[in-house]
């Protein structure tokens, strides 16, 4: 696959894999939406169930803010699948330009965040490197 076609494919999933490292180096995993603008990526902590908006993958990141994000496509052809994960260092996106422009990319992809935008902070992953299969 090359970077064009990765790009692509990371660009237009719904739906990603977000792994952090704890306090304690034990890798914590949540599935995650995203959108990207050039070489960040953007989540938000949103609306849906939670116990806190204090969420685990937030702690994670102040003490460790090397993540990875993964996509992928699984079929029973086998000749039809693969992934796409980039590696990066994540931050909030405490500056409200940043915040404003990465909440309009995420309604623009995810309908449900035009009626309810997301009332969490906003993840920005800057990426470091983008790895692919096949």
Same mark, same amino acid.
């Given at each position: ?6 790009? *692509? ?9 977000? &792994? +952090? ?18 070489? +960040?990526?953007?989540?938000?902590? $949103? &609306?849906?169930?939670?116990? +806190?908006?204090?969420?685990? *993958?937030?702690?994670?990141? *102040? ?11 699984? $079929? ?14 994540? *931050? +909030?996106? $405490? ?28 993840? &920005? ?10």
């Amino acid at each position: 696959m090359d970077a064009g076609t990765a790009r *692509r494919r990371l660009s237009s999933a719904r739906v990603g894999h977000l &792994a +952090t490292v704890t306090a304690t180096n034990r890798a914590h995993l949540v599935p995650c939406c995203f959108a990207i603008e050039g070489e +960040t990526i953007y989540s938000a902590i $949103d &609306a849906k169930p939670k116990s +806190t908006l204090a969420l685990r *993958r937030l702690q994670n990141i *102040r003490s460790n803010p090397a993540v990875s994000l993964l996509v992928d496509h699984y $079929d029973e052809n086998w000749d039809s699948l693969w992934w796409v994960r980039v590696d990066g260092i994540a *931050r +909030t996106a $405490d500056d409200a330009v940043e915040r404003g422009r990465a909440m309009g990319l995420l309604a623009a992809k995810y309908e449900q965040y035009v009626a309810m935008p997301p009332p969490g902070p906003v993840l &920005a992953i800057d990426i470091g490197c983008w790895r692919m299969w096949p």
